[in-house]
């Protein structure tokens, strides 16, 4: 009887592991098709520039003749959107 329980447990424990192990694999299957999707429809504001072998995207407001550069943080998913409204008293002046 002690040897059927284990084998029953060992079975229930090997499929759950499967099981996890599917899933896991399923996930990142449909994680990478939909980040390819994403990235196909997603168009980058500003424009894009090469720095030091790197595209860089860049924006740029206002005409004058001194140059304001913020810079953010990580995990600022949007830069640009969030200084936006930092930007806006400076764009008389600056660039």
Known sequence: MYNNA????????????????LFLVATFIFHCISLEKEQASLTPMGQTVLVNGHQMN????GKGS???????????????????NVSIPYRKDTR
């Not at 084998?7 to 759950?16: D, M, P, V």
């Not at 860049?58 to 407001?61: E, M, S």
């Open 6 to 21: 284990m084998k029953t447990l060992k079975k229930c424990c090997l499929g759950f592991i499967s099981f996890i192990l």
């Open 58 to 61: 860049i924006y740029v407001q």
């Open 66 to 84: 001194e140059t304001i550069v913020f810079l953010s943080g990580a995990g600022i998913a949007s830069p640009i959107l969030d200084f936006k």
